[in-house]
């Protein structure tokens, strides 16, 4: 079974701060993975997608893909308060099935 | 682009009643949406995986016979929770996808209490 794995926090960072987050997926085939962002009490809203090795950066956000170690990462340069929330990544799951979501991890920005 | 809405956002029922959430894509033709259902704290659960013109594709545990989705067009999503009880009481999000892409797009999602 398809797994994805994420350590669930909380991460608390101060203001300012970097943030990382990290992700492991089981399935070496994996092609697509995301990453989404779901405060309390709404829905998920996507942040990024990555496909390619290495980084790809949008803003303060930077995506981070190694599938050689089959891992993922987000890097949130100057976290705000604003950032805090909990951080869904998402695999994609192949041949028309549902993107596979890790359990999240709960990000923590101090003021 | 890519905005997917839900209606209604907030729904109260009484325990027996019937209740139907529309998800619509508004900006473009989703072949594909999901149902998640998601508790308190808890992480996103997959309910099921609706595609225009078939029959939905139930993930295990989830009874079809009580939750019943339509996917009738490239635009529209529906899920029927029918005889709801108090254990029905979840938000309940759908998501919709374009057709030979990966990345789902949420809806805001539908609070269901149950009383």
């Known amino acids: 079974q398809k797994e994805v794995e994420q350590n669930s926090g909380p991460l608390s960072v101060p203001e300012g701060a970097i943030a990382s987050l990290n992700c492991t997926y089981s399935?070496?085939?994996?092609?697509?993975f995301f990453w989404y962002r779901q405060y309390s009490g709404k829905s998920p809203e996507l942040i990024m997608s990555?496909?390619?090795?290495g980084d790809k950066e949008d803003g303060r956000f930077t995506a981070q893909l190694n599938k050689a170690s089959q891992y993922v990462s987000l890097l949130i340069r100057d976290s705000q308060p604003s950032d805090s929330a909990t951080y869904l990544c998402?695999?994609?799951?192949?041949?028309?099935?549902?993107?596979?979501f890790g359990k999240g991890t709960t990000l923590s920005v101090s003021s | 682009g890519a905005v997917v809405s839900q209606h209604p956002s907030w729904v109260i029922c009484k325990s027996g009643t019937s209740v139907k959430i529309e998800c619509r894509s508004l900006?473009?033709?989703?072949?594909?949406m999901f149902w998640y259902r998601q508790f308190p704290k808890q992480s996103l659960m997959l309910m099921a995986t609706?595609?225009?013109?078939?029959?939905?594709?139930?993930e295990q545990g989830v009874e079809k016979d009580k939750f019943l989705i339509n996917h009738a067009s490239l635009t529209l999503s529906t899920l029927t929770v029918t005889s709801a009880h108090p254990e029905d009481s979840s938000f309940y999000i759908c998501?919709?996808?374009?057709?030979?892409?990966?990345?789902?797009?949420f809806g805001p999602g539908t609070r269901l209490l149950v009383l």
């Open positions: 900006d473009f033709q989703a072949t594909t």
């Open positions: 609706s595609n225009e013109g078939s029959k939905a594709t139930y």
């Open positions: 998501s919709a996808r374009v057709q030979q892409q990966e990345t789902q797009y």
């Open positions: 399935d070496r085939g994996s092609q697509s």
């Open positions: 990555i496909y390619s090795n």
């Open positions: 998402a695999v994609g799951g192949g041949r028309g099935t549902a993107l596979i």
